[in-house]
């Protein structure tokens, strides 16, 4: 039963090692490469976009559009904003994919569609900024299995969304726990496993029309047993200590790349410097155009990824797991670094021992930026159950988390570690219209997403099992998604 | 000859017991809402216990004047929670880290001979976080190959002695019909028929014994104690928990049942609301979860969070475990009452989410008479909640085991409160 279950969570989780060989290192260079027969003398004008090394280049751009939607109000509505306190009794208004108002009362067009929410809570879209889903979609099958370029200990060059599979079925379930905004991350088999894909968990034929427009990459890092644990009989590290020495040397030839390109950018002289994926994305971080998103569940470890984040002159953007977060709460409080972290896994190896369910509370009450993750197709489902455990578990400790401050670990805390904090995850005029609206506090474990919003178009109704999205995958081999029978 | 051993750690089982609890209070809880589940629920009810048993459980019980008065007006009281599927006490740390006791190497991925429990450590740290999630008794199951081997009910009272934790051991044999590689064959058919030759063969032992000691019978496909073992399986004494997802899976495990007279529990069963109304009939009751829907392989295609609501629905007897990811088994035991919110959620009565954590998973291994229910004669597993045991607001305020509150503290709680304030203080708690 969990047994196949437990295969999949582990493969994602402690990224057991695939079948992976010692193959060389691709040659990823384009330009500069001496055995290229032909160099054109004007590089800079007969060569694609792909000859240089640029930052933000976007060579896979968003395709996303909004689905149709209508103007609709949700009215008599308890209303969690994460951007202040609760609203009881009020209304919100959804319009053109924003949100147009939000209030005790909102003035409704005549053509809106109106929803009565008695009883019910809204809140912003979630955003689980620890996913998996597509790279390792479901069923958990080999040939699917797409997340962890475990062949060397450094793979910045690849990039989740070349895996991400867009008819996993793993996403329209997401939606119906109303999860309407992915971080979807390489695994933790390599110190550096590649960028991350911030998406849209919206139907796509392409994974292209599901990347959020305009978002910043992630870059996945990992500390810890698993590296170690995956090459240490693959010529290394075989040691944390071996971990620390692989990061600093990729940041060492990471910033020879960035200074090299960054003179080449200003001035364009002479030949371009060669391109390098590999460096490319880690010069990148470098220049702050990507967010460093590092799995680390050691305290102490956490500490050193800090101090290698000074060294070189990046900033991480938030820790992953971090089961020890509590411990140096204060750390990275004032480090400004967010602590996205489980409600209550632990023990499941050494590096996760000390899980304790007041972490989320402790970090919040220590002023970092406290966020709930997944790491899970079936938990990304109930981050708001996450939230509600960790509320409890404060309250053990005598530290009161309100409400209004656990929805905020769910959407505009995950929704800042993105650097999206200013188009998502809070209930404020100009917003997209990401909303879910619950059949009760979303803090109970008997209430459920009914309906769910992206950019104003209603992409989940719990009561419409006819209109609820299915993959191409979905059909013929599974019943509908929440569909009651 | 096993047997009759079983019964004798049994009744030593017992007689530790009373020995141990001759010194134990008798204890009142008194003015709460009480859930028997063998009953209807009492509102201002008591519970008395006395020398480790409940003794009464009522709305007008007269409480002797030595007795320990526990005031639980306001707040919710049950039986224990029994967690019907856990690999609790054979190892802290699931992986990469420690000796795991769980798997034993078998014969060909036969080990019904393999009790479990032998390698239980009674002093596993994860004891005290799942007894926080009102988890008084687990059954603590093997895993692995076809036939894993023999599970066992323990209470979660702390002792340090096996035999004073151990509520039923044998419990039920365990194997799995859902991993051909695990189960070392090629195919779903290879899988059946090694276990129906397990079947044929113990009923061939069983008549043969002394042509087999003599070696004048045909080779077995299982050693001799492994043989042994299955007799009371074949006998319809031991349960045999199957575990198994798809429906053809499931299928075949009804037709098992039904060829050899044998009582068999479906443990997983993610399909199994596919085939609610065959498994209501053959009265085989399903363990299953309420946190799943997702078709994580092709076996799973038709896991469904409505499953266990559907199943109850039909008439099938279901008791809830973990089948979310993580790690149900063992560190996060304590979620076993989210669990039970989750079916509610999706479809199942709240009386029978709560039955199926306490007197369905008892009745379905044979132990209802002493855990799973506030009723006269059991042991005093009794939890006292704050409010609605299925809501993360709500905790387990007071945990009684055997009669006895158990509020040691859990590592996890250590640490939460060393860290409360930081730098911490190395030498506190």
Redesign the interface.
């Known amino acids: 039963m969990r047994k196949v279950v437990f295969a999949a969570a582990f493969s994602v989780l402690a990224c057991s090692p695939a079948k992976g060989s010692q193959a060389p290192a691709p040659k990823v260079s384009a330009t500069g490469d001496s055995t290229k027969p032909k160099v054109t003398k004007d590089t800079t004008t007969t060569a694609g976009r792909g000859a240089f090394s640029e930052p933000f280049a976007d060579p896979f751009p968003s395709t996303y559009k909004p689905f149709p939607s209508k103007t609709t109000v949700i009215r008599n509505v308890t209303i969690l904003t994460a951007a202040g306190p609760r609203i009881t009794n009020g209304a919100i208004l959804l319009k053109d994919g924003k949100i147009e108002s939000v209030g005790a009362s909102v003035n409704a067009p005549a053509d809106a569609v109106v929803i009565d929410g008695k009883g019910k809570f809204v809140t912003p879209g979630i955003i689980d900024v620890h996913s998996h889903l597509g790279v390792y979609p479901a069923p958990g099958v080999e040939a699917n299995s797409d997340g962890n370029e475990m062949v060397r200990p450094v793979t910045a060059y690849v990039w989740a969304e070349h895996s991400v599979w867009p008819q996993d079925p793993q996403f329209p379930r997401n939606l119906a726990g109303g999860v309407t905004t992915l971080q979807v991350l390489p695994g933790s088999g390599n110190l550096i496993g590649g960028r991350s894909a911030v998406l849209k968990v919206v139907p796509a034929r392409t994974v292209q029309g599901m990347k959020f427009p305009g978002a910043k990459y992630g870059l996945k890092m990992a500390c810890g047993e698993n590296p170690k644990r995956v090459y240490g009989n693959k010529g290394g590290p075989m040691t944390r200590m071996g971990n620390v020495a692989g990061y600093r040397t990729a940041w060492i030839e990471a910033e020879q790349y960035r200074r090299k390109w960054d003179k080449w950018n200003a001035d364009k002289k002479g030949d371009p410097p060669a391109r390098d994926l590999n460096l490319e994305t880690l010069a990148e971080v470098l220049r702050g155009d990507i967010l460093v998103h590092n799995h680390c569940y050691r305290a102490d470890e956490m500490a050193q990824m800090i101090d290698i984040s000074h060294e070189f002159g990046y900033k991480i953007r938030a820790f992953h797991h971090g089961v020890e977060a509590y411990k140096i709460a204060d750390l990275l409080a004032k480090e400004g670094i967010g602590a996205a972290i489980w409600a209550d896994w632990g023990g499941f190896k050494m590096e996760a021992l000390d899980g304790i369910r007041a972490n989320l509370a402790l970090t919040q009450q220590a002023g970092a930026k406290t966020i709930v993750h997944s790491d899970d197709p079936s938990g990304s489902q109930r981050l708001n159950q996450e939230a509600a455990k960790g509320i409890a578990a404060g309250k053990e400790l005598g530290i009161d988390i309100s409400e209004d401050q656990a929805i905020k670990w769910l959407t505009i805390n995950p929704a800042w570690a993105l650097d999206l904090d200013s188009k998502i995850g809070s209930l404020e005029a100009g917003k997209d219209a990401d909303v879910v609206l619950w059949s009760g506090d979303p803090f109970s474990v008997y209430t459920r997403a009914e309906k769910v919003w992206v950019d104003g178009a209603l992409l989940f109704d719990r009561d419409d099992a006819a209109e609820q999205w299915r993959t191409d995958f979905d059909l013929g081999y599974v019943p509908a998604v929440g569909g009651a029978q | 000859m096993k047997r009759t051993m079983n019964r004798g750690t049994l009744a030593l089982v017992a007689t530790i017991a009373m020995v141990s609890s001759l010194g134990a209070q008798t204890v009142a809880i008194t003015g709460g809402k009480v859930y028997p589940v063998s009953g209807p629920p009492i509102e201002g009810g008591t519970v008395l216990m006395r020398d480790g048993k409940i003794v009464a459980v009522g709305k007008d019980i007269a409480i002797p004047g030595d007795a320990q008065r526990v005031d639980a007006t306001g707040k919710w009281v049950t039986p224990g929670l029994i967690d019907a599927?856990t690999n609790l006490g054979f190892g802290?740390?699931?992986?990469?880290?420690g000796q795991r006791e769980l798997r034993a190497k078998g014969h060909d991925g036969i080990a019904a001979g393999f009790q479990v429990w032998l390698g239980f450590n009674t002093q596993s740290v994860?004891i005290a976080p799942a007894r926080e999630g009102g988890v008084t008794s687990v059954v603590a199951a093997p895993?692995g190959g076809l036939v894993s081997g023999q599970a066992a009910i323990v209470d979660l009272n702390g002792a340090l002695a096996l035999t004073d934790l151990l509520v039923k051991a044998p419990a039920t044999m365990v194997a799995?019909i859902?991993?051909n590689d695990?189960a070392k064959v090629g195919a779903s058919g290879e899988l059946i028929g090694r276990l129906r030759d397990l079947l044929e063969d113990t009923k061939t032992y069983m008549r043969r014994k002394s042509d087999f000691e003599r070696a004048q019978t045909r080779p077995f496909v299982a050693t001799r104690r492994d043989l042994e073992a299955m007799i009371p399986v074949v006998e319809g004494r031991e349960t045999l928990t199957l575990?198994a997802?798809q429906a053809a899976e499931i299928r075949e495990a009804l037709s098992i049942a039904k060829d050899f007279g044998i009582k068999i529990v479906i443990?997983?069963?993610?399909e199994a609301w596919t085939m609610a109304d065959k498994l209501a009939a053959a009265k085989v009751p399903v363990l299953?979860g309420a946190?799943?829907?997702?078709?994580?392989?092709?076996?799973?295609?038709?896991m469904?969070q409505?499953n266990a609501g559907?199943l109850r629905k039909a008439g099938v007897q279901v008791a809830l475990i973990?089948?979310?990811?993580?790690?149900?088994?063992?560190?996060?035991i304590?979620?076993l009452r989210?669990e039970a919110?989750?079916a509610?959620?999706y479809?199942m009565t709240w009386d029978d989410a709560l039955r199926s954590i306490t007197l369905s998973p008892a009745e379905i291994y044979g132990v209802s008479d002493k855990v799973g229910s506030l009723k006269a004669g059991s042991e005093g597993n009794v939890v006292v909640w704050s409010g609605d045991p299925?809501?993360?607001?709500s905790?387990a305020e007071q945990v009684f085991v055997r009669g006895k509150k158990i509020d040691a503290p859990s590592r996890?709680?250590m640490?939460?409160?060393r860290?409360?304030t930081?730098p911490?203080k190395y030498n506190t708690p």
């Open positions: 599927n802290d740390v699931g992986f990469s880290a994860m895993s799995q859902e991993d695990d575990i997802d443990a997983g069963g993610a299953t946190e799943n829907n997702i078709p994580g392989s092709f076996s799973t295609l038709g469904r409505e559907l973990g089948n979310g990811a993580g790690d149900e088994e063992l560190f996060n304590r979620n989210y919110g989750n509610v959620a479809g299925f809501e993360f607001s905790r996890q709680d640490l939460a409160k860290y409360q930081l911490p």
